[in-house]
């Protein structure tokens, strides 16, 4: 949504404004897509630098751990199975058309 509102509620009608209204011509084009792209940048390193990575990274890991303990028990026969496999589960789509 950033990135749309960057060009669609900024750059675009900023674009608009400078060409049509102020008469500013191709450099009034460029300003709109200039701005848009400054609005993002701005936005992005900013939610960047709210991440907690670290924390971020831990719950990652915690994630990776459980999905390889799933794995080892679905290949052990321990855990329950998916009703279908991908191929046969695509098959009776294809069968319903």
Request: hydrophobic share 45%.
């Amino acid at each position: 949504m950033i990135t749309v509102s960057a060009y669609w509620v900024f750059g675009i009608p900023l674009s608009a404004l400078l060409v049509f209204y102020f008469d500013y011509g191709i450099k009034g084009l460029w300003v709109g897509p200039t701005f848009a792209v400054a609005y993002n940048t701005v936005l992005y390193v900013y939610i960047s630098n709210k991440i907690d990575w670290q924390k971020l990274i831990e719950n990652r890991h915690s994630q990776m751990k459980q999905d390889k303990e799933l794995a080892q028990k679905l290949s052990n026969g321990q855990g329950s199975k998916p009703a279908q496999s991908a191929s046969e589960a695509q098959a009776a789509a294809m069968k319903k058309i």
